[in-house]
């Protein structure tokens, strides 16, 4: 039986490809079965969803390929090239059946994301199925991958959603944030204007003070000016200024006053 290299590169090729997808597909599965932490374990799942969707891809080249060569080949060589396109589509639905096993051994929320329905689960069992034709495993196995880009997409939805809503609550905390800041600063302000109206209310009190001790001052002044009024009243004919307390003459005026008498 001739080798693929023989028949076609690029069969060779991809044929290469996909057994290294298979290959790290083994070895990551390996590594998942002894991760504890469930956030770890999400992060491994998607990385071999990414590589299953590329392996899905490569398969579907091998099959165009295949059905490009049909009519140049012999029929035994036509059979080897399904067999091994079956044998790679049965690979891969064993990687993404224990793909949603663990997914739906994650979480509970996680399986409803990445857990197929009965209908699926069925399919896939018949897909094992060694009954079943080369187009049919084709057509199950590409059902199975759409499938499970829907339910990855369903899961990048979730996971944008939750952004969003972080986004949005930041901004909100932020928004609150700014406001007790306003608020802060103007009862800095309240608190420095109550200090300033303080100092200026002692100030007025001191100025009343002030005023009330020259009004006392004013009100002596009054009465002073008031007490020789009444004595001008009461003896308007004195002349002499000695009968007046503190007008009285020096006393070299009041000898010669006497010596003129």
Same mark, same amino acid.
């Given at each position: 039986?001739?080798?693929?290299?023989?028949?076609?590169?690029?069969?060779?090729?991809?044929?290469?490809?996909?057994?290294?997808?298979?290959?790290?597909?083994?070895?990551?599965?390996?590594?998942?079965?002894?991760?504890?932490?469930?956030?770890?374990?999400?992060?491994?799942?998607?990385?071999?969803?990414?590589?299953?969707?590329?392996?899905?891809?490569?398969?579907?080249?091998?099959?165009?390929?295949?059905?490009?060569?049909?009519?140049?080949?012999?029929?035994?060589?036509?059979?080897?090239?399904?067999?091994?396109?079956?044998?790679?589509?049965?690979?891969?639905?064993?990687?993404?059946?224990?793909?949603?096993?663990?997914?739906?051994?994650?979480?509970?929320?996680?399986?409803?994301?990445?857990?197929?329905?009965?209908?699926?689960?069925?399919?896939?069992?018949?897909?094992?199925?060694?009954?079943?034709?080369?187009?049919?495993? &084709?057509?199950?196995?590409?059902?199975?991958? %759409?499938?499970?880009?829907?339910? +990855?997409?369903?899961?990048? /939805?979730? @996971?944008? *959603?939750?952004?969003?809503?972080?986004?949005?609550?930041?901004?909100?905390?932020?928004?609150?944030?700014?406001? &007790?800041?306003?608020?802060?600063?103007?009862? %800095?302000?309240?608190?420095?204007? +109550?200090?300033?109206?303080? /100092?200026? @209310?002692? *100030?007025?009190?001191?100025?009343?003070?002030?005023?009330?001790?020259?009004?006392?001052?004013?009100?002596?002044?009054?009465?002073?000016?008031?007490?020789?009024?009444?004595?001008?009243?009461?003896?308007?004919?004195?002349?002499?200024?000695?009968?007046?307390?503190?007008?009285?003459?020096?006393?070299?005026?009041?000898?010669?006053?006497?010596?003129?008498?």
């Amino acid at each position: 039986m001739a080798s693929l290299s023989a028949i076609s590169e690029e069969l060779a090729q991809l044929d290469g490809q996909v057994t290294d997808i298979f290959r790290a597909l083994s070895n990551g599965f390996q590594k998942l079965e002894k991760m504890k932490d469930s956030n770890r374990k999400s992060r491994q799942l998607e990385e071999l969803t990414d590589k299953m969707r590329d392996c899905k891809r490569l398969i579907k080249e091998f099959d165009r390929e295949v059905k490009d060569m049909e009519y140049s080949n012999d029929a035994a060589t036509n059979r080897m090239l399904n067999e091994k396109k079956q044998s790679m589509v049965k690979e891969l639905n064993s990687y993404v059946a224990l793909k949603k096993q663990y997914a739906s051994n994650l979480d509970n929320q996680r399986a409803d994301l990445f857990q197929a329905p009965d209908e699926a689960s069925r399919d896939d069992n018949s897909l094992m199925a060694s009954s079943m034709t080369n187009q049919q495993l &084709m057509d199950n196995g590409n059902q199975m991958m %759409d499938e499970t880009d829907q339910a +990855i997409e369903r899961s990048k /939805k979730v @996971v944008h *959603e939750t952004v969003n809503v972080g986004t949005e609550t930041a901004a909100a905390l932020k928004a609150q944030t700014e406001q &007790m800041g306003r608020i802060v600063n103007e009862l %800095d302000s309240i608190h420095f204007s +109550i200090k300033k109206a303080s /100092k200026l @209310v002692k *100030e007025i009190g001191r100025q009343v003070a002030t005023d009330r001790c020259i009004m006392g001052l004013l009100f002596l002044i009054v009465i002073g000016v008031i007490a020789v009024i009444i004595v001008k009243l009461v003896n308007p004919n004195n002349k002499d200024i000695r009968d007046i307390p503190g007008l009285a003459p020096p006393a070299s005026t009041n000898r010669k006053l006497l010596w003129q008498n």
